[in-house]
């Protein structure tokens, strides 16, 4: 491999590295979680206020949070699926103008991508915290 391609296949990396440590997020399980602990006033099976998804014991706010986050995170690993994909066709491009130049369009458009996704995510939890300011 001559100097050029190394470096190539070393800015892809880094990009595929940096994507994936910005949309890789840990999601605690509560496994021994008590939501479902008596309360004493009466049913055993009282919820706290967090509900899952179709009891109908929880606000709007948080299923579309859920909701919007979960999209949010879909289209992070897509963005991400595919700046790989255009890593490697600009890397395996060996010579070939229109194989680089689509490998470097698909990797520019997920950067962008990328950028209006963080937007987006900052924009939806402003708003649902200012909802949530004003409710109270």
């Known amino acids: 491999m001559t100097s050029k391609t190394w470096r190539q296949f070393a800015a892809v990396t880094i990009i595929t ?5 910005f949309f890789s ?4 399980a509560f496994a021994q979680s008590n939501a479902l602990a008596p309360t004493g006033g009466g049913s055993a099976f009282t919820s ?8 109908g014991q929880g606000d709007a706010r948080t299923f579309v949070t859920n909701i919007l986050r979960w999209a949010l995170s ?4 897509v963005c991400v699926i595919m700046i790989i994909y255009g890593g490697f066709l600009y890397i395996t491009a060996a010579g070939e103008e229109d194989k680089a ?28 915290g200012g909802v949530t300011a004003v409710g109270q």
Do not use: E, P, W
């Open 17 to 21: 590295v940096l994507a994936l440590t």
């Open 25 to 28: 997020t840990s999601i605690t």
């Open 48 to 55: 706290t206020g967090d509900d899952i998804v179709g009891t």
């Open 74 to 77: 879909f289209l992070g690993l």
């Open 101 to 128: 130049k689509k490998g470097r369009t698909i990797i520019l458009y997920c950067v962008i991508g990328i950028a209006i996704i963080a937007a987006s995510y900052a924009i939806v939890n402003t708003v649902l």
